[in-house]
T-cell receptor, first 114, second 106 residues
């Protein structure tokens, strides 16, 4: 089975902290995605990457950056966490571009910024 | 207006009932996905379909391309079916509905 592993299930951080959310997949997928999920809004794309060292902005990139130094790892960085970044963060990967074959999701990281 | 609309937002059923969740989309698609998210957050893929109907156990997904509408049906619902069900339309990128929270009571 394809596994997408997110390093933390729950995180509590203080306003202004730099936060790293890590995502690792083990199926050699080219494409990786970071979403945030908020009640009533569904999943919104923050950033995605279709190759090592490549990144593309999604719908809501403001306040976030990403890093993809290795194919299997895609990191989401909150440069200076704010309370409006309290959310569920989901990482996903796919073999084909833009998920034509479907996504495999991680278990999610519920981030609370206080 | 969202490109992908789901209804209802919340659904409560008694065990054994037949469940229908609806999804309408306004964009052209290459595929429509149904996903299940259990409490705790992890999302699993249930179906990917581009035409017709697919069945897996008690779950059935249908799509009408002309009407831009898909339905997810659950027959003989069970409390373990309680989850959030999400539809997603794929056309160059993935657009997600807001989800339907299903609670099945024993």
């Amino acid at each position: 089975d394809v596994k997408v592993t997110q390093s933390s299930r729950y995180l509590v951080k203080r306003t202004g902290e730099k936060v790293f959310l890590e995502c690792v997949q083990d199926m050699d997928h080219e494409n990786m995605f970071w979403y945030r999920q908020d009640p009533g809004l569904g999943l919104r794309l923050i950033y995605f990457s279709y190759d090592v060292k490549m990144k593309e902005k999604g719908d809501i990139p403001e306040g976030y950056s990403v890093s993809r130094e290795k194919k299997e790892r895609f990191s989401l960085i909150l440069e200076s966490a704010s309370t409006n970044q309290t959310s569920m963060y989901l990482c996903a990967s796919s073999l084909l571009v833009m998920g034509y074959d479907g996504y495999t999701f991680g278990s999610g990281t519920r981030l609370t910024v206080v | 207006k969202n490109e992908v609309e789901q209804s209802p937002q919340n659904l409560t059923a008694q065990e054994g009932e037949f469940i229908t969740i609806n999804c309408s989309y306004s964009v052209g698609i290459s595929a429509l996905h149904w996903l299940q998210q259990h409490p705790g957050g992890g999302i699993v893929s249930l179906f990917m379909l581009s035409s017709g109907k697919k069945k897996h156990g008690r779950l059935i997904a249908t799509i009408n391309i002309q009407e831009k509408h898909s339905s997810l049906h659950i027959t003989a619902s069970h409390p373990r079916d309680s989850a959030v069900y999400i539809c997603a339309a794929n056309n160059n990128d993935m657009r997600f509905g807001a989800g339907t929270r299903l609670t099945v009571k024993p």
